[in-house]
């Protein structure tokens, strides 16, 4: 158990919908980051939050946004959804404390979301 | 830019066989290197790391040495074991943004 949760952890809806996915760090992680593992692009960086604040951004399409909360926890949005969006999608978390570039990534189980 | 290339899949070994899983990367600067596995239905796990040259990754058995000469951090293990069947994932980190960089993942499959 790396301490990183998800939720929920499997979803379906329909195309158009919107969906909210859910992460909470590991205590006392300050960086949040969002990946997405599908067949044909494999594992892709999204987005990375530190402390509240965006930090990078990967190959996030337009439809998907994040955002992080005052208790670290970060919510991935994504809208307008389309048949090719469907995949797990990892949040992973680390310290992100003092001088903290190339850290390890602790990831949660992740969310399976099939669009229908 | 940078990115990982992994050997191809899958693997298939008997019980108790050696196992080579051959990464190399491409970076600027001096990366930190990655094994994630990936059990069937389970998220990802860090299997080992190594952050400078020469330096030795070990966890469970597994065992992998940055080598910077040849850009390669390739993942072994004497014997493997029927629970070590899963997606191996070989991953950089080169600090510019944090990101990890994934390679498309090895699955090992080991028959009793």
């Known amino acids: 158990d790396s301490g990183v949760t998800q939720t929920p952890k499997h979803l379906i809806t329909a195309t158009g919908q919107r969906v909210t996915l859910r992460c909470s760090p590991r205590s006392g992680d300050l960086s949040v980051y969002w990946y997405q593992q599908s067949l044909d692009q494999g594992l892709q960086f999204l987005i990375q939050?530190?402390?509240?604040?965006?930090?990078a951004k990967g190959n996030i399409l337009e439809r998907f946004s994040a955002q992080q909360f005052p208790d670290l926890h970060s919510e991935l949005n994504l809208s307008s959804l389309e048949l090719g969006d469907s995949a797990l999608y990892f949040c992973?978390?680390?310290?992100?404390?003092?001088?903290?570039?190339?850290?390890?990534?602790?990831f949660g189980p992740g969310t399976r979301l099939l669009v229908l | 830019g940078d990115s990982v290339t992994q050997m191809e899949g899958p693997v298939t070994l008997s019980e108790e066989a050696f196992l080579t899983i051959n990464c190399t990367y491409t970076a600027t600067g001096y990366p930190s290197l990655f094994w994630y596995v990936q059990y069937p239905g389970e998220g990802l796990q860090l299997l080992l790391k190594?952050?400078?040259?020469?330096d030795k990754g070990s966890n469970k058995g597994f065992e992998a040495t940055y080598r910077k000469e040849t850009t390669s951090f390739h993942l072994e293990k004497g014997s493997v074991q029927v629970s070590d069947s899963a997606v191996y994932f070989c991953a950089l980190n080169s600090g510019a943004t944090n990101k990890l960089i994934f390679g498309t993942g090895t699955l090992l499959a080991v028959q009793p």
């Open positions: 939050y530190y402390n509240g604040e965006e930090r």
């Open positions: 992973a978390s680390s310290p992100s404390r003092g001088k903290w570039s190339q850290e390890t990534q602790y």
């Open positions: 190594a952050t400078k040259a020469d």
